[in-house]
């Protein structure tokens, strides 16, 4: 981020443009303007207990594509996100979910990444969001190879909100529905984090991997929306249609700040 002309990156940013060794495997340089945040009020229907969470957190507004997820979760539409670097896609999906459970305390979700690091990453900030009074009844867990064989049958019992790999759904989850049944039966979000990661021979696996589940939820009678994020693609909503067959809504109008 450059402030002023005189600031120490712009220096070397200079230093580096009139440097005829680096200059030579430079194609283009461009500097972006910098852009003001575009923010909306908390909406009615969100739960006051996240409201207030939120504001203790120091979130006093949400960011325009924030508002526009919450409202295509009311309308039950399935949406990609596809904003910038550390412009709060997780409270895209985090917020939909613990307001459905904040209303609906059975209801479930389903959310997958690519990376164990990401999964516990998301955990984290998932807890962070969760109200004092709904510690005990919004249960988040991670289910992969490494939880420990003590634990499955707590989080298959208890859990409602699931964060895993698409590999432990394809092993590990779906062959077992039956013992699932709770879970399946009350699914209304799946979650796709990182979507753009999903493309080739991995990307067909895992759109087989979407239609094995989908056929499953459908046994349970549940209809959940599918929720993905992606960085910014050319053609994100083309992805997302693929790997879920549906019809999805992009959100890619970003509404975060940024710096020039």
Not at 38 to 58: K, N, T, W, Y
Not at 188 to 207: L, N, P, Q, T
Request: charged residues 20%; contains cysteine; proline residues 6%.
């Amino acid at each position: 981020m450059i402030n002023h002309e005189s600031s120490p990156l712009n220096s070397v940013i200079q230093s580096l443009i009139t440097d005829p060794l680096f200059n030579a495997n430079i194609v283009y340089f461009r500097d972006s303007e910098p852009r003001s945040s575009v923010l909306h009020a908390f909406p009615e229907d969100l739960h006051p207990a996240l409201i207030s969470q939120l504001r203790q957190m120091g979130i006093e507004s949400l960011y325009s594509h924030q508002a526009q997820a919450l409202e295509l979760y009311k309308r039950h539409e399935n949406f990609v996100i596809s904003t910038g670097t550390s412009s709060g896609k997780s409270l895209c999906y985090q917020l939909p979910i613990l307001n459905s459970m904040s209303r609906e305390i059975e209801n479930t979700a389903l959310l997958l990444f690519p990376t164990k690091a990401l999964t516990n990453d998301q955990l984290n900030g998932l807890r962070s969001l969760i109200p004092v009074e709904m510690t005990g009844l919004i249960r988040a867990a991670i289910y992969d190879g490494d939880t420990p064989q003590k634990d499955r049958a707590t989080i298959r019992s208890n859990a409602n909100i699931l964060l895993t790999k698409p590999y432990m759904p394809n092993v590990g989850i779906l062959p077992h529905h039956p013992s699932w049944a709770r879970f399946f039966e009350n699914l209304r979000f799946v979650v796709i984090d990182e979507v753009h990661i999903y493309k080739g021979i991995f990307g067909s696996h895992v759109a087989n991997l979407m239609r094995r589940l989908q056929r499953i939820a459908s046994f349970y009678h549940s209809d959940p929306i599918f929720i993905l994020t992606s960085a910014t693609i050319h053609n994100p909503a083309e992805l997302a249609k693929k790997l879920v067959e549906q019809d999805v809504v992009l959100i890619d109008k970003d509404g975060s700040p940024q710096g020039q």
